[in-house]
């Protein structure tokens, strides 16, 4: 029982603030804290019960353990060296060229997030890049670092495990990989090849800077190659739980966990440091999240949104791929796409949208996000390993490239989804 009427008034202000804390930060206040905070608010002036605010937070169990999985194998691999023996046989691949390295950091984001999914990239690949980057004295590895989180976003919804977004867009009707490739295959490659057309040539000038090949390689301890191993039997059971439809937290986690045992088995100390170090302030982010969305649900926005996109689809069925993308890329840099997603979610099975527009509104969920450096819970992990490292990419400073690299991309294949329906 509510303490008082829900009320769209205040859920929506409350919303709206926490929302633009976690995009603009001020006071330098963490973006977690601004997510708690809006939870908070609605639970004490009654819109929430405690029951309805941990059901909500209880709806995301399996991103977070999804996350504490990756952040933890990410974690292991830095502080037991991993990172360093990849960066050095990285640069020594590059051969002294800041271009090659640049399109062999790209080509890893692909597979690493095809199979792993675009969180793990961001929180395995970037690491890796910046030691690779400081390896090789890298004057300007900002390229490399783009490269981690744009194609993160752009390789995302090659399958279904590329990024957990898909299974809540989805909803329980999750297409077969028959029919997923289908719907994205070809959109898939469009967002890959203009992706990386886009950001080359935003960045071309940095790309020629010179860069030290002679570099020595660590060797690999023991820990290391446990981590190595980790790593590579996460992606396998990854993948083999989005192949049979099941969750993808709780695997992902044991694997992690198993992981840290092992190496705690051999190396406490070691395995204790990275646990410290693991960005935990991503969890109530993510949980605050869920509350801020559960409580729009509540007051009727999945709803009226089904309502709105049902109109548009008997009225003027050609456009209404055109308008799902682009609604939902748009919506996904103001609130970022998680919430967005669950939004999607619910308001795709309330109207019992086509295929097609589905798919429209996971690429826009998906690949809009690369406009805004806040746009996407990977977007927002790329930040935090960057921050760690002392590294500073601001809104306005990835808004530049993000404007150059998302919307032709996204037009594309909305244009992709469009003709393979019809229209």
Request: net charge neutral.
């Amino acid at each position: 029982m509510h303490q008082v009427a829900l009320s769209s008034a205040v859920v929506w202000p409350v919303a709206a603030l926490s929302t633009a804390g976690i995009l603009v930060k001020p006071f330098k206040v963490a973006e977690a804290w601004w997510a708690v905070a809006g939870a908070l608010i609605l639970l004490l002036t009654g819109q929430l019960t405690f029951a309805e605010v941990g059901h909500a937070v209880g709806r995301g169990t399996d991103v977070y353990l999804f996350l504490i999985g990756m952040m933890l194998v990410a974690e292991l691999a830095r502080t037991t060296g991993l990172f360093d023996w990849v960066a050095a046989q990285t640069v020594r691949s590059a051969k002294g060229s800041a271009t090659r390295l640049f399109c062999i950091v790209y080509m890893v984001g692909i597979l690493v997030t095809t199979f792993m999914s675009n969180d793990a990239t961001v929180v395995v690949l970037t690491p890796a890049v910046l030691a690779a980057a400081r390896a090789a004295k890298l004057e300007r590895p900002l390229p490399h670092l783009l490269a981690c989180a744009l194609i993160a976003n752009a390789a995302s919804f090659v399958l279904p495990v590329s990024n957990p977004a898909n299974l809540v867009v989805f909803a329980g009707r999750m297409p077969t990989l028959p029919a997923w490739f289908a719907l994205f295959l070809w959109p898939s490659a469009i967002a890959i090849v203009v992706t990386f057309a886009a950001l080359y040539w935003t960045q071309r000038a940095d790309l020629r800077a010179g860069m030290d090949d002679e570099v020595s390689v660590p060797g690999l301890s023991a820990h290391a190659k446990l981590v190595a191993f980790g790593i590579a039997l996460m992606g396998v059971v990854v993948l083999g739980a989005s192949f049979l439809g099941g969750d993808l937290g709780w695997p992902t986690c044991a694997v992690g966990l198993a992981a840290f045992t092992l190496v705690a088995w051999r190396a406490r100390a070691l395995a204790l440091s990275a646990a410290r170090a693991m960005s935990w302030g991503v969890l109530p982010l993510v949980a605050g999240l869920f509350v801020l969305v559960d409580a729009l649900d509540r007051i009727g926005v999945a709803g009226e949104l089904a309502r709105l996109l049902e109109e548009l689809q008997a009225g003027a069925p050609q456009w209404s791929v055109w308008a799902a993308g682009i609604a939902t890329a748009i919506v996904a840099n103001i609130a970022n796409n998680l919430p967005a997603g669950l939004v999607a979610g619910a308001t795709m099975a309330s109207s019992h949208s086509s295929s097609s527009v589905v798919a429209a509104t996971l690429i826009g969920i998906n690949l809009g996000p690369n406009l805004s450096v806040t746009g996407s819970l990977a977007t927002v992990l790329w930040l935090t390993v960057l921050r760690r490292e002392g590294i500073a990419v601001g809104f306005v400073q990835f808004l530049k490239v993000g404007l150059v690299v998302m919307p032709v991309a996204l037009l594309l294949c909305l244009y992709a989804v469009s003709a393979g329906s019809g229209f």
